[in-house]
């Protein structure tokens, strides 16, 4: 069974930065699409960046150019880079692993916060 561990979040201003980080284990890691979601109250949960197992990635139009996602197979995590962060950036963001139609995982959130 595979599990996710999120781990980097928390609070910072308006314009700064921070990284996330989400080791997997239980899975063949190098093979599966890497995604990193978001979700505040009352929202869906949305797709914020993904990273193929060839490393083809692909980012919301709200964080292009802000935001780098990466992957290091030989660690089995996947990373977040979020840079000028701003406060609609506030959420809670999770970690998903998924390999077609037979296998999806989810991380259990972490906490990122942007004060203005």
């Known amino acids: 069974q595979g599990q996710l561990v999120e781990s980097g979040g928390g609070l910072v201003q308006a314009g700064g930065s921070l990284g996330l980080s989400c080791a997997a284990s239980?899975?063949?890691?190098?093979?599966?699409?890497m995604g990193w979601y978001r979700q505040v109250p009352g929202k869906q949960r949305e797709l914020v960046a993904s990273i193929s197992r060839g490393r083809t990635t692909d980012y919301a139009d709200s964080v292009k150019g802000r935001f780098t996602i990466s992957r290091d197979n030989g660690k089995s995590t996947v990373y977040l880079q979020m840079n000028s962060l701003k406060p609609e950036d506030t959420a809670v963001y999770y970690c998903?692993?998924?390999?077609?139609?037979?296998?999806?995982?989810w991380g259990q959130g972490t906490q990122v916060t942007v004060s203005s």
């Open positions: 998903n692993a998924k390999w077609g139609p037979l296998a999806n995982y």
């Open positions: 239980g899975i063949t890691f190098s093979i599966y699409e």
